[in-house]
């Protein structure tokens, strides 16, 4: 009808036209670590309860932590925390107004994936073979 | 005011923001600060310190006053710090009134109990008999 008088807009997003960001990625891997932490934080603190229950009380508790799922489990709680500081640093930078070029969050978004995988890894390397 | 004859944006309208935001913003960001030298400080200390999670290595980490501080300060700052997060996406991605409202009384009490537990077991395993 007014096809040729309307106002050049750009059309809302699409949902099935839609390239892949890694910023998106980013931004939901932190509130997913972010929730999976809530939980590895509340395991804690019956970690803590568990000790000051005696050592009666704490040997099965000792005893899955120190078993595969148990070590699976401390290791994907420190690669959660990992990914959630280091994208958590990330986020400190943005509220100062900076690095909020595409390009440059961008980098800053891969820079907190690498240090995500490669950190928790280093710790575990070090725990394992160091001294 | 009669309320059938406005929508809803027209009922709020020039009433300004709820002034609440800026609190959660800086509280958010004020743990988030603790907690990058909190939970790193924790993390690193546990990893190259404890000799694996025996009952004894526990008992040994939680015993130096130092780390004993530094348990409580990490509770207490992280047990604040998710709570923010989890009311903001409880706020996002739950729609039905009253399943948030108990998930938000929840994520509001919850937290407040497992941090008195934790910081009375750090206490008992220094003081208890």
Known sequence: MAGATRPERPLSPHVQIWRWHVTMATSILHRVTGVGLYGGMILFCFWLMAVAAGPEAYEPVGAFLAGPIGQIGLYLIVAAFAYHLANGIRHLVFDTGNGLKPADAETSAWFAILFAVFAPLGLWALVTFGS | ?129
């Open chain 2, 1 to 129: 005011m009669s309320k059938g004859k406005s929508t809803p944006l027209g009922r709020v309208r020039n009433h300004g923001a709820a002034a609440e935001g800026t609190g959660h913003f800086v509280g958010q960001r004020v743990s988030a600060i603790a907690l990058l030298i909190l939970a790193t400080w924790f993390v690193l200390s546990v990893a190259l310190t404890m000799d694996g999670p025996t009952y004894l290595a526990a008992i040994d980490f939680l015993v130096s006053p130092v780390n004993a501080v530094g348990v409580i300060l990490l509770v207490m700052v992280a047990l604040y710090h998710m709570r923010l997060g989890m009311g903001e996406v409880i706020n996002d991605y739950i729609a039905r009134p009253f399943t948030k409202v108990v998930l938000l009384l929840l994520n509001a009490l919850v937290p407040l109990v497992i941090a008195a537990g934790a910081l009375f077991a750090v206490l008992l395993v220094n003081f208890g008999v």
